[in-house]
């Protein structure tokens, strides 16, 4: 489904940045923005499962199940109502609930300062690391060159 | 048939205690760390990963230490583990074409948009032992970086669809059928067959896959394209009513391209092959890639040539190795009554053939 909302939009993004983010680095850079965490009830335990990973039948065809990856999820709830999600690759209870509390405060009207403060270092660093490797894969691109053929010499 | 028998408990105590030294080795030498194993033996990680059928580098890790390094051993770890967890649902078909690749090559177009980037691979290595490596705490010199271009590779296949050279693959169900929820059953459609070659044992793969080439059934393959790169993992969230990207995976993808089909009414045009594993795994994803397009024989009109490979019962049934070493290795377990019964009548029709000998010689 294509989403047009913005706030959606930017939601999206947010959680994604959030999911993908190391689990250490994204509970550091939060310790870093909030000395303790804020007062929050736990509407979903953090909670260790799996999604099942599809592909498709020659990239487009019939999508098959290629096998799981373990994800970790968690819901809070703030004093002020504000209701977060949190869901991260592996399987990291503290970056769940630090993705969601994360989440929740963005919907509480922190967005610009988390924007700053965790949001554009993930982004970038993950920019970098793809870079990294982005760089050092087209250094091993192949330039051909024709040799020249003897009898047109 | 088995049977209860008492006594071995402290005996089986004191193996296990035994094992856990003999997994740690001399304690003289330094403990290996699930990092290490995870950074330094990746491709172990990847095929436990791809065997085991769950995405999980630490776990694999983890696995492959306690296994003491066999590898059959760690999966079965793995798929042991998967089942204490709930799944949260399926993600949405991976996009592939969106991969950023490590490495990406065609043996069919030579100058494909892109072009042909070989990646960290082990192609044209001598294949000769580096003492060097036997040397520790020589950290390689940093590989060399050229700006890389934006934007995503096009599938080399995507080529040839264009001018409808090839065939196109049709869409299936939005849910596929699971073996890890449902009994194998056969006929197994292709994204079944898919899911069973994925997670199976690399070496049965690559035998099937080679028993193909050399004359078992003959699927002809060009590999149209080999990648390995990261992809993003997406899922509908229900309570937020919209998807979000939960992760990324490393793929290693293959897609070959087999001999012309065509019929009084369709004209000929290239099939395929696909492979898309768990990991850097090319052995595996180019092994997959060829023996799904020997599967295919029937959908594409081909003759059934009595071939291994073109037997999805025999490749499906045999493809896995966790299945495969539970039902070997049973037979090392206590047997004695079956044995003792087995015995008894060989000493019965021994007893009687030497009798009917002793008449007839007195006769």
């Known amino acids: 489904m294509s989403v047009t909302d913005p706030a959606i939009i930017a939601r999206q993004a947010r959680l994604s940045t959030l999911a993908k983010a190391p689990a250490a680095r994204l509970c550091a850079l939060f310790a870093a923005y909030a000395s303790e965490q804020p007062t929050h009830a736990l509407l979903r335990a953090p909670e260790i499962g799996t999604v099942m990973l599809r592909g498709r039948a020659g990239a487009t065809g019939a999508p098959f199940n290629l096998g799981e990856m373990t994800v970790t999820r968690c819901a809070v709830r703030l004093a002020s109502g504000a209701v977060g999600h949190g869901h991260v690759q592996g399987r990291d209870a503290d970056a769940a609930r630090t993705a969601a509390l994360i989440d929740a405060l963005c919907e509480d009207g922190q967005v610009a300062a988390i924007e700053a403060a965790i949001l554009a270092p993930l982004r970038a660093e993950a920019a970098a690391h793809k870079q990294a490797r982005a760089t050092r894969a087209a250094a091993t691109k192949v330039a051909f060159f024709t040799m020249v053929r003897g009898d047109n010499a | ?363």
Not at chain 2, 46 to 56: K, P, Q, T
Not at chain 2, 172 to 196: H, I, N, S, V
Not at chain 2, 246 to 260: A, D, K
């Open chain 2, 1 to 363: 048939m088995y049977v209860a028998v008492k006594g071995g408990e402290r005996a089986i105590d004191n193996a296990h205690a035994w094992l856990a030294e003999e997994r740690r080795g001399d304690t003289g030498v330094a403990e290996l760390s699930i990092a290490q194993i995870r950074e330094q033996l990746a491709l172990s990680v990847a095929r436990v990963m791809a065997e085991g059928s769950l995405y999980d580098p630490d776990l694999a890790a983890l696995a492959i230490k306690q296994a003491r390094g066999d590898l059959i051993e760690a999966v079965f770890l793995i798929r042991a583990y998967r089942t204490t967890l709930p799944r949260f649902g399926a993600s949405n078909p991976i996009e592939t074409a969106a991969m950023v690749c490590d490495r990406r090559i065609s043996a069919t177009f030579k100058d494909l948009p892109g072009g042909q980037i070989l990646g960290p691979t082990f192609d044209y290595t001598h294949r000769l032992l580096d003492f060097a490596l036997a040397a520790e705490g020589l950290d390689p010199a940093p590989a060399p970086q050229v700006a890389a271009p934006d934007g995503a590779l096009p599938h080399v296949t995507d080529f040839l669809a264009r001018e409808d050279l090839i065939q196109p693959e049709a869409d299936g169900p939005a849910t596929p059928r699971d073996l890890t929820r449902e009994p194998l059953d056969f006929p197994a459609d292709r994204p079944l067959r898919l899911q069973a070659l994925t997670r199976g044992d690399e070496g049965f793969v690559l035998s099937m896959a080679y028993s193909t080439q050399r004359g078992y059934g003959r699927t002809h393959p060009f590999v149209g394209e080999l990648r390995i790169g990261t992809v993003a993992v997406e899922m509908e969230i229900p309570e937020l009513g919209f998807a979000i990207e939960l992760g990324e995976v490393v793929l290693t993808e293959c897609e070959t391209v087999n001999q012309f089909m065509g019929s009084k009414t369709e004209p000929p045009q290239f099939t395929r092959g696909y492979g898309l594993v768990f990991g850097q795994s090319e052995r595996k994803a180019i092994s997959m890639a060829l023996v799904d397009r020997s599967l295919r024989w029937e959908e594409l009109g081909e003759d059934n040539v009595g071939a291994p490979a073109q037997d999805q019962e025999f490749v499906l049934y045999h493809a896995d190795n966790v299945q495969a070493t539970g039902f070997l290795e049973h037979i090392k377990l206590p047997h004695y009554v079956d044995f003792q019964s087995e015995l008894e009548l060989i000493r019965r029709l021994r007893a009687e053939a030497l009798g009917d000998q002793a008449r007839e010689a007195a006769e």
